[in-house]
């Protein structure tokens, strides 16, 4: 099992930058495809990016450009760069982890995970 801490949500102004951490528990960090999710008021949690094992990426279409994933084994973290945010950003983010045997799969569908944070707030002004 594995708990998930998110941080560095915050409020920015629309055209700003913030970066998101998720740190993960226990030592088989390595052994986890990871995801960063989101939800906004009223809507459904949907994918924002995600990571597999061996460093393979995928993004929504809608921050393909603006956004990076990224991992750490060593510091047992997964990143969320966000540049160029716009009000529509405006969520909750989750990180999500899911133990796999492949080091390729990247996993975009919130039923693929397991673990969850608890997430953390990001507010982008117009």
């Known amino acids: 099992q594995v708990r998930l801490v998110e941080s560095g949500g915050g409020l920015v102004q629309a055209g700003g930058s913030l970066r998101l951490s998720c740190a993960a528990s226990g030592r088989t960090f390595s052994s986890y495809a990871m995801g960063w999710f989101r939800q906004a008021p009223g809507k459904e949690r949907e994918s924002v990016a995600a990571?597999?094992?061996?460093?393979?990426?995928y993004y929504a279409s809608f921050v393909k450009g603006r956004f990076t994933i990224s991992r750490d084994n060593a510091k047992n973290t997964v990143y969320l760069q966000m540049t160029s945010l716009k009000p529509e950003d405006t969520a909750v983010y989750y990180c999500?982890?899911?133990?796999?045997?492949?080091?390729?799969?990247?996993?975009?569908?919130?039923?693929?995970?397991?673990?969850w944070g608890q997430g953390t707030q990001v507010t982008v002004s117009s």
């Open positions: 990571i597999s094992r061996s460093g393979g990426t």
């Open positions: 999500a982890a899911e133990m796999t045997l492949s080091e390729i799969v990247v996993h975009s569908t919130t039923d693929e995970y397991d673990y």
